[in-house]
């Protein structure tokens, strides 16, 4: 069986504040009412609130909106749900990828280790010379 990929801990704690939202504020709402009332599938609306989907900002507004709470109240009580914004630094706290230098502003030395990146087109390379 595949793998789950990993969630932020912002994500688990946006989806459990919903969840907690979706209990209190409207307890009988269905995904369907939902569905209807945010345009969004009712799939993306299961994994959304089960934090098996990293959510938008788009998204969370939208079913803020129709739970009929504030989307900064929803985040402010996730981050502390998880005990603040640090425990995304903190190690194992999320999948933040460090930016890679792009290859036209690296020395030769840096090129040198990055075999791959020598050999990416830019849109001066692929222009026909024009005589």
Known sequence: MPET???SPLNSAVAAELRAARAVIQP???????TAKTGLHKN???RIFE?????TTTHLGLVAYALGVEPEELLRKAVDRMGGLEVLTSDGGGTVTP???RPEDMTMDELDAEPYAAQQSTPEAEA????
């Open 5 to 7: 990929p990993t969630r």
């Open 28 to 34: 009988k709402v269905t995904y369907s009412a939902l």
């Open 44 to 46: 993306v609306l299961m």
């Open 51 to 55: 934090g098996q989907r990293e959510i």
């Open 99 to 101: 930016l890679r230098k």
């Open 128 to 131: 026909d010379e024009q005589f």
